[in-house]
């Protein structure tokens, strides 16, 4: 079991920033990468970025290419997503999750992740 813990969600206004944290406990070292998701109301959780233990291999969903940065502190064994420019469309719950299923696993995908947080929420206002 791999338990994560999601925080530093707030309102904040249009151009502003925030950085996210996801905290993990338990069987960490079975986790190959640790992603970020959104779901914004009446929306379908969607992927945003994720970074692979090998080699610290990011992936961004296109709209935040330049805008969010995913890393991570293995000696805090804690995933972050630093969120710069921050849009009115950036507003849902941010979840990060773990993905065990392996090295070859592109976990860009909700299915590939076994792991989830309970969620932060982040508000921009226009």
């Known amino acids: 079991q791999v338990q994560l813990v999601e925080s530093g969600g707030e309102l904040v206004q249009a151009g502003g920033s925030l950085r996210l944290s996801c905290a993990a406990s338990g069987r960490t070292f079975s986790t190959y990468a640790v992603g970020w998701f959104r779901q914004a109301p009446g929306k379908e959780r969607e992927f945003v970025a994720r970074?692979?233990?090998?080699?610290?291999?990011?992936y961004y969903l296109d709209s935040v290419k330049g805008r969010f940065t995913i890393s991570r502190d293995n000696a805090k064994n804690t995933v972050y997503l630093q969120m710069n420019t921050l849009k009115p469309e950036d507003t849902a719950v941010y979840y990060c999750?773990?993905?065990?299923?392996?090295?070859?696993?592109?976990?860009?995908?909700?299915?590939?992740?076994?792991?989830w947080g309970q969620g932060t929420q982040v508000t921009v206002s226009s």
């Open positions: 999750a773990a993905g065990i299923r392996g090295y070859y696993n592109d976990y860009v995908n909700v299915a590939e992740y076994d792991y």
């Open positions: 970074i692979k233990w090998s080699l610290d291999s990011t």
